[in-house]
């Protein structure tokens, strides 16, 4: 299958450092220790509004 050709797995290795940034720069630099909220959908609406926070940083530093 593709996830074991060594493009896939080179897709897999990279992934991990990919994501670890993102969370590390969320958690460390975004100080998002804990949700305030309990419930699932109000955990949903939270993470999405720090994504949606990462990803605006992220574009207003790439102008």
Do not use: P
Request: net charge positive; hydrophobic share 45%; aromatic share 8%.
């Amino acid at each position: 299958t593709l996830l074991t050709s060594e493009q896939g797995i080179a897709k897999r290795k990279q992934r991990c450092w990919d994501v670890e940034a993102v969370f590390g720069n969320i958690k460390h630099n975004m100080n998002f220790k804990r949700f305030m909220l309990r419930g699932i959908d109000k955990v949903n609406v939270e993470i999405g509004l720090v994504a949606m926070a990462h990803n605006l940083k992220k574009y207003s530093l790439a102008l």
